[in-house]
Every structure is written in structure tokens, then in C-alpha cells.
């Protein structure tokens, strides 16, 4: 019989908050230290002063004490050590209550084990007239004292009782599995009832719903990659197959993530206008389309202010920081609609997008001031003369000697140049063109194409560092884009991310070669997401010849073998036909079938009259086949007589 069982809730109760507990400890014991010890700890090992000054703003960000003391953390500091006092007080109940793991006569009827008889008679007399159900009525408790009084009694009078008690543990024998319910026992008092029923509905009808429908409505809200639904269709109505760069900031600032969770208010108006002014003074602004939407021109405004490195107004600073911790997460989406849409030249422009928003730069900025404290002044230097260097990537392959705009620079600076070189990518791309197990390709075969890249700045065995990027406020890693497309077409044919850290990265695309023969090109670009100008065009050429040239196909002796072996369910089948042929020939030859044979049914006669016809069909066309070749023999002999007489 099950009954209610306060020890075995108290266990229950410590697991379940054991499984809160730990994780809960765990992550405000690592707040707390992170407090403490955030300023001796470096996040990453900086490589230049600006990316030193990037890192300790991360770090005073995390450790601040408005960022870290969160409602949520406050609530869920004081949840957790309200369970911490329930664990201990439960614990300790554990402990005190032994009566799920023991049956002790003794301490039922609270003597100790050294009593005598007449200790142990009066005890039991005692508590029987205590807890007798006549003077208890309905109260299972004290029914259920009674019970175990009166066991606890027979253990310790009765031989038999006590021998079973000691050997098994209970005064009745070796018992079956008990099952208790984990509930506490004050469920079963009857004043409780109306309590726990209006929990229990408040539970059941409001809460569980509650939860359930919030969930089901802000889950339906979102895609596969976690982008909401209502950002695609932004997106998809915002970018085309002949779209420009400038226009990438109002789509990404139109994201549903931005208009639904950014609140604009009338103080931000005085801000927002200085910035549109600042803006349209310098002409990298192009004019809005939705230019009536708060929420659209709110976050498109400050994605120009980072682009063109204009100050953001503080009361602002937030509401920028919230666009870029989501910009790069939201990019990859625009870029998965565009390589959907096959757009070639939009995919790229999205990748180009997604350079400018790490570097903090935009489409009249040189790729030179991506090189530490540079300025406009110092990339005039550079690009000009007999020699100029006019990308940072030419800048880094050119002879340190004839490197220009480093004459002002103090040590400290010309080292930061110096280590932002090394850290910058120099790649080599070697591209593979294959069909699998052919030498040759022909119409709509499978191609893979396969690209090998060796970062050659990234030493053996070791893997690239973070990017470096001061104005991106976040730690970012840098990902190659492998694109094969036709750009006099615009045609993406396939694409692929390539997110490998070590030196040498390979990645492979596959698509269908052309219908028809012929020689055909392809572009081929592996473009980088996180600097700018450092990406790579190449064209391949392929022969596709017609697919009847192809030779034919001849499989291998071992495969035909292989083939030719019959299958399990061949096999069977075909024992079952021998055992069932060999039964006939013994029936047919047997006398003890043939009297049974009137027994049979008539598909069973007819079946076997058929068998029996083929089989003497069978010796017949055997015996005209001998006689055959007797009378050739026959014939042939006499031949051979004739000639000899002759």
C-alpha cells in the first residue's frame, strides 16, 4: 500500500534543489570573483596599446557593479540562499528521521536497547492507550503508531519475531520492495485541503498555461538561426540582385531585434538631429526610405555615426552598444536570404558590410587606417610618390625601409604597426576541381571544388589570434567566405563559411557541372569578414566533355561475385524448395503417402499429379535426347566403315 512519507520527500527535495544549487553557486561564485579579481586578470593577451585599451574596457564593463548586480542577479542571489537554508534544514530532518532506511523496536517505543521485559511491557501499554484508534478516530497517523507499536512489541517478546527481526529486518520475515509516495504527510490533514487545492489550481490553470503560451509565442517569433521571422521579411523586401553598399546600415538597422526592443524617446530627438546634421555635412549618408519609422532611423543613424567614427552622444552609447553585440549574428542571415536568392554580388557586398562593421570603417575610408593610429594624413603619405602603398596589405608585404607615414610615430606606436602586420592575414588559396573517381568531366556530373588556404603570418601548429579590430567593442574571430559564382551572370552557384583557426584550413563545395559540353569559367572569391582588401579573386577554367564519351563502365570481377551471391531471403527460399522437392520425391516413392493420399485436398491432388507429369516429362525428353545420340554414334560408325572399305 502507498502512503505519504515525509523522509522520502525530504530525499526527493534535496534533489531536486541539488540540481539548482550546484549550477546556481556555481555562476554568482564566478560573478563575485570576476568582481574581485577582473582587474588583475587580462581578458586576452593584447598585441597593440589600442587592443590593450579595448580589452580593459571589456573588462570594466563586465566588472561593473551596475552590469554585474543586476535585478536578475540580486533575485537569484536571494532564491539561492533561501535553498540553501531549505537544503540544510532538510538535511538535517534526513538525519534525525530514520525510520525510511531502519525498523528499531527500540526507538519506536522510545526505550533504549538495554531495557527489560517489564520496561518493554509497560512502554507498549503506554503508547498502545496513547495511539489506540478508538481514541484517535479518523487520524491514520496515530493508526498507523498503533501498527508499528504493536510490531515494535512482538519484535522484542516473540522468538520468532525477534529472530526474523534481526535477520531481516522486520518482525514479519524477509519482505517484498515497499514503494512510499514522496510527499510530506501533512498533505493528509484535512484543515490543509482547501489550501493546497487552490494552489494546486492556481498552478495547474494559471501558471502552467501562462508559461507555455509565453513560450510558444516569443519561440514561433524566431528562424532556425535564432534571427526573428519578421527580420527575413525586412530583408528579403530591402536587398535586390542589384543592390548597393549604402544601403546596408538601413537593413541592418531595420532588423525586427532593433525596432522591437529599442525603445526611442523624445529626449533622443535633440541627439539624433545633430547626428543626422554631422552626417549629411560630410555626404556619407545617403537619404533614408523609411524615414518616418523612430525605431528605423534611431538605429540607422547611430550604425553611420560608428561607421564614420563620429562621437555618439553618451545617453546614446547603450542603445549602439545593443546594435553591435547583435550586428554580426544578424549579417550571417542577411548573407544566408542573399546566397538563397543566388544574388552574387549582394553576398559580397553583405561580406564587405561585415568588414567595414568590425573595423570601423566605411566606403570612402583607405583599408590603411585599419593599421594602428593611423590617420588620414598618414595614409596621404603612404599612397603617395613613386612607390605608393595604398592597401594595408601592401603595406605589410612592402620593404620596412620604404614604408611612408611612419616618420612621426614614436617606438611605442611603430611597434604597434609592426605587430599589426604580423597579425594581419597573408593567405595562399589553392583550389582543387574534381569529379570523385574520374579523371574527366562531363555533363551534369557532381564537382567538388576544394580549397586549401595556409595562413602564412599563423606559425606551424599554432592557430590566429583574435582580430584586431579597437572600434568593434567585442572579441571576435575571424572567418574566411568561399563563394563560386559567375560574375558576368550574377549567379552564386554555391557558398560555404569556413570557420577553421589553424594554419592550414580546408573546405569543399560541390555543384552540378553544365548540362551541355563545352569550356566554361568560374569565379571563384575567398573573402575574409573581418579586414578589409585582403581578399582573393580567382577564375577557374573546366572542360565538361559529352557524357557518351565517357568510357564505359566495366565493374570489377570481385563486385560481379559479390552480385551474383544470392541473398539471405534467396537463400531461404531456396532451402525451403529442397526440402520441399525432396519430400516429393519421397512421398511419390513412399506406399504409407500414397494411402494417405485420399486424405488430401483437391488443389494438394492437382498439385502433385502436375509434379508428377513434369518429372515424367522430364525422363521422357532425357531418353529421347540419349536415343539421339546413340543413333549419331551409330551413324557415324558406319561412316567411318564405309570409308575404310572404300
Not at 54 to 60: E, F, S, V
Request: aromatic share 10%.
Amino acid at each position: 500500500m502507498l502512503e505519504y512519507d515525509d523522509s522520502a520527500f525530504y530525499y526527493f527535495m534535496i534533489a531536486c534543489c541539488t540540481l539548482y544549487l550546484v549550477p546556481a553557486t556555481y555562476h554568482i561564485g564566478k560573478t563575485f570573483s570576476w568582481v574581485i579579481f577582473s582587474r588583475r586578470v587580462t581578458v586576452a593577451k593584447a598585441r597593440t596599446t589600442l587592443e590593450k585599451v579595448k580589452m580593459d574596457r571589456i573588462a570594466t564593463e563586465k566588472s561593473s557593479v551596475k552590469k554585474v548586480f543586476s535585478w536578475f542577479f540580486v533575485i537569484n542571489c536571494f532564491v539561492c540562499l533561501g535553498t540553501w537554508i531549505m537544503f540544510v534544514y532538510m538535511f538535517m530532518a534526513v538525519g534525525e528521521n530514520k525510520d525510511i532506511a531502519t525498523f528499531d523496536p527500540f526507538q519506536i517505543l522510545g526505550l533504549s536497547s538495554s531495557a527489560e521485559m517489564k520496561e518493554i511491557k509497560k512502554a507498549y501499554r503506554k503508547m498502545s492507550l496513547q495511539f489506540h484508534p478508538d481514541k484517535n478516530k479518523n487520524n491514520p497517523q496515530a493508526e498507523q503508531m498503533f501498527m508499528k507499536i504493536a510490531k515494535a512489541y512482538e519484535a522484542l517478546t516473540d522468538e520468532t519475531a525477534a529472530e526474523n527481526w534481526k535477520k531481516f529486518g522486520n518482525p514479519d520475515g524477509r519482505q517484498a520492495m515497499e514503494v512510499s509516495i514522496g510527499l510530506p504527510t501533512f498533505l493528509l490533514e484535512e484543515k490543509n485541503h482547501q489550501s493546497i487545492l487552490i494552489i494546486y489550481l492556481i498552478v495547474l490553470v494559471v501558471v502552467i498555461p501562462s508559461v507555455v503560451c509565453t513560450w510558444y509565442y516569443k519561440s514561433k517569433q524566431y528562424g532556425d538561426r535564432m534571427v526573428m521571422y519578421d527580420s527575413y521579411h525586412f530583408y528579403r523586401h530591402m536587398l535586390s540582385e542589384h543592390v548597393t553598399l549604402k544601403l546596408m546600415p538601413e537593413t541592418l538597422g531595420g532588423s525586427a531585434e532593433y525596432v522591437n526592443k529599442m525603445q526611442y524617446e523624445k529626449s533622443d530627438n535633440e541627439d539624433l538631429s545633430t547626428l543626422y546634421k554631422a552626417l549629411k555635412e560630410e555626404g556619407r549618408m545617403q537619404k533614408q526610405k523609411y524615414d518616418k519609422h523612430p525605431q528605423m532611423v534611431k538605429s540607422n543613424l547611430l550604425l553611420h555615426a560608428y561607421l564614420t567614427q563620429i562621437d555618439v552622444p553618451p545617453r546614446l552609447e547603450a542603445d549602439l552598444s545593443y546594435i553591435q553585440s547583435k550586428s554580426m549574428h544578424l549579417i550571417e542571415a542577411m548573407i544566408e536570404l542573399s546566397s538563397t536568392m543566388r544574388w552574387l554580388q549582394t553576398t559580397k557586398n553583405i561580406i564587405e558590410f561585415s568588414q567595414f562593421m568590425t573595423q570601423g570603417l566605411w566606403l570612402k575610408d583607405s583599408s590603411l587606417l585599419q593599421i594602428p593610429h593611423f590617420t588620414q594624413q598618414e595614409v596621404k603619405h603612404a599612397a603617395s610618390g613613386k612607390k605608393p602603398l595604398k592597401t594595408a596589405i601592401q603595406f605589410a608585404k612592402a620593404d620596412p625601409e620604404t614604408r611612408k607615414g611612419l616618420q612621426k610615430f614614436s617606438d611605442e606606436e611603430i611597434a604597434d604597426v609592426e605587430a599589426f602586420l604580423k597579425i594581419l592575414p597573408d593567405v595562399d588559396v589553392e583550389l582543387i576541381v574534381a569529379v570523385n573517381d574520374e579523371e574527366q568531366i562531363a555533363e551534369s556530373d557532381l564537382i567538388t571544388l576544394e580549397m586549401v588556404l595556409t595562413r602564412k603570418q599563423v606559425p606551424d601548429k599554432e592557430e590566429v589570434g583574435l582580430v584586431h579590430s579597437p572600434s568593434f567593442p567585442f572579441v571576435k574571430k575571424e572567418s574566411w567566405w568561399l563563394l563560386l559564382g559567375d560574375d558576368d551572370s550574377n549567379r552564386l552557384f554555391a557558398i560555404q563559411k569556413c570557420s577553421g583557426q589553424c594554419k592550414v584550413v580546408t573546405e569543399k563545395i560541390q555543384f552540378m557541372a553544365p548540362p551541355r559540353a563545352g569550356t566554361y569559367s568560374f569565379d571563384v572569391y575567398v573573402m575574409n569578414d573581418s579586414y578589409m582588401e585582403v581578399d582573393i579573386h580567382r577564375t577557374i577554367k573546366i572542360e565538361v566533355i559529352p557524357a557518351s564519351e565517357l568510357p564505359a563502365y566495366e565493374a570489377h570481377p570481385e563486385d560481379l561475385e559479390l552480385d551474383n551471391e544470392p541473398t539471405l531471403f534467396e537463400q531461404v527460399m531456396t532451402g525451403n524448395l529442397e526440402d520441399d522437392t525432396e519430400s516429393d520425391v519421397d512421398d511419390d516413392s513412399s506406399d504409407d503417402e500414397d494411402s494417405d493420399y485420399e486424405q488430401l485436398t483437391e488443389a494438394q491432388k492437382r498439385k502433385r499429379k502436375d509434379r508428377r507429369r513434369r518429372k515424367k516429362e522430364g525422363d521422357k525428353q532425357e531418353g529421347e535426347e540419349e536415343g539421339d545420340d546413340k543413333k549419331e554414334d551409330k551413324d557415324s560408325d558406319s561412316d567411318d566403315e564405309t570409308k575404310k572399305e572404300k
